[in-house]
């Protein structure tokens, strides 16, 4: 059901069952001093969205931009309330792949609606985390946005824990021998999936900055040590996955280097030997040519000659190689 929760909280205290929601405009003073509503909705069809958004007042720019599957994340004022979109990321079905979603968040004095879209990872925990937390949920709804942006980047560590798995084990296997094809396609796929998380999630920085620096409705100014709090969690994600597509660029690199080395290593070898047997292969050309006066051909002692000099070159040859690190 698209509506997962609508509960009013009066000093961090959950009221027994569900508030309902008619869809008739609520004036603010209706809602008592120290209350406020939280509404959870997951892909809620138009109808349910309007219904909600004609009793909370929402503006209707911020309820398309709500329903937009694709929106970056930002901060948006309209009034007295705070219009936020975040995105979620969690691990893909396809190997290597993140699927991402997206969470908008809508802020006022006396309520909070959290709308879900292609996120599995439901607020249910968070709710009940957050309830058994009665002193901090009193703070109000600029508390429960900082704990629902929390969740949300703290889904982005187990990602960032996966892709340095299969990263590291990649650059180890890689100091061994040259990646085979289909590991050189798994890197640049895995390359594409990090551009692609920094681009999506990257605002997320901006947006948490701005939550936590900037003069805004609904979030009380002691309420941003909470968003500096995110803030970092946010960058040592970004960090962490900058830090794994160097790694990657890194292991292409270094492995075309050792295999660079390596095919220098057996080109040496083979010039080594083929200079070794140059000797003797040139020598045999020579007395193998048909000519009658050679001097050496009818002296007796020619052909043991012949053999030591090749066997004293080819030894000189191969002890120098040897010395020198070809052989």
């Not at 084990?169 to 551009?195: G, K, N, S, V, Y």
Request: charged content about 25%; aromatic content about 8%; proline content about 5%.
């Amino acid at each position: 059901m698209p509506i997962i929760a609508a509960r009013r909280y009066t000093e961090g205290k959950a009221h027994h069952g569900a508030i309902a929601l008619t869809g008739v405009p609520e004036p603010e003073e209706a809602v008592p001093r120290g209350c406020f509503d939280w509404i959870g909705l997951a892909d809620p069809t138009n109808e349910e969205m309007a219904r909600v958004a004609q009793q909370f007042g929402l503006h209707p720019l911020a309820v398309e931009d709500a329903l937009n599957p694709r929106q970056l994340p930002k901060v948006d004022v309209y009034g007295q309330q705070l219009f936020v979109v975040a995105r979620t990321a969690m691990k893909g079905e396809v190997e290597d792949s993140i699927t991402y979603g997206q969470t908008a968040v809508f802020l006022g004095a006396r309520f909070i609606v959290t709308v879900r879209l292609g996120s599995a990872r439901a607020h249910t925990d968070l709710r009940r985390a957050l309830e058994a937390d009665s002193e901090h949920l009193a703070e109000g709804t600029d508390y429960v946005l900082h704990a629902v942006l929390d969740f949300i980047v703290d889904g982005y560590l187990p990602i960032s824990d996966q892709f340095e798995e299969v990263a590291h084990a990649i650059e180890e296997a890689a100091i061994d021998r040259f990646p085979d094809p289909a590991t050189i396609r798994r890197i640049f796929r895995l390359r594409r999936e990090l551009r692609r998380f920094e681009r999506i999630i990257g605002p997320m920085e901006e947006l948490t900055l701005r939550l936590a620096e900037a003069d805004l409705p609904v979030i009380d100014p002691s309420a941003r040590i909470w968003f500096r709090d995110v803030l970092d969690h946010v960058r040592r994600a970004m960090a962490r996955m900058q830090g794994l597509k160097e790694t990657l660029a890194a292991t292409v690199e270094t492995a075309g280097l050792l295999e660079q080395h390596r095919q220098g290593v057996i080109t040496r070898q083979l010039a080594a030997w083929a200079a070794i047997l140059a000797v003797p292969t040139a020598i045999a050309g020579i007395y193998g040519m048909n000519f009658d006066y050679l001097p050496e051909l009818h002296w007796r002692w020619g052909y043991p000659m012949v053999w030591g000099l090749i066997l004293v070159i080819c030894g000189g040859l191969l002890w120098r190689f040897r010395r020198i690190g070809w052989l």
